[in-house]
């Protein structure tokens, strides 16, 4: 399994980010694909994941409302949409895709920094 994150970059606070995640490797139909992000000197956190067979999709309480989690089965790639960023959403944003059934994620793509300016 492969996971390619892109999209990252800097926008000022009130901006817009894309990230997408590239899948490949196998069938992602029993996997669910996760968002996640690490800011420097504190714990890597979840950001959001969608079950790609249904699309259902969850969120962390810090960012619902303004991030959007979708997948594009014809593309096998994840995306984020980051809307009304704020300074505090700096961080590296990793993608990873776990089983259904796991509860752990056993598969990381290698990170996209995303730096929000005030």
């Known amino acids: 399994v492969q996971l390619q994150a892109s999209g990252g970059g800097l926008v000022q606070a009130g901006g817009s980010l894309r990230l997408s995640c590239a899948a490949s490797?196998?069938?992602?139909?029993?996997?669910?694909m996760g968002w996640f992000r690490q800011a420097p000197g504190k714990e890597r956190e979840f950001v959001a994941d969608?079950?790609?067979?249904?699309?259902?999709?969850f969120y962390a309480d810090s960012v619902k409302g303004r991030f959007t989690i979708s997948r594009d089965n014809a593309k096998n790639t994840v995306y984020l949409q980051m809307n009304s960023l704020k300074p505090e959403d700096t961080a590296v944003y990793y993608c990873?895709?776990?089983?259904?059934?796991?509860?752990?994620?056993?598969?990381w793509g290698q990170g996209t920094q995303v730096t929000i300016s005030s």
């Open positions: 990873a895709a776990r089983e259904t059934t796991n509860t752990r994620y056993d598969y």
């Open positions: 490797g196998r069938t992602f139909s029993n996997y669910v």
């Open positions: 969608i079950t790609w067979k249904s699309g259902g999709t």
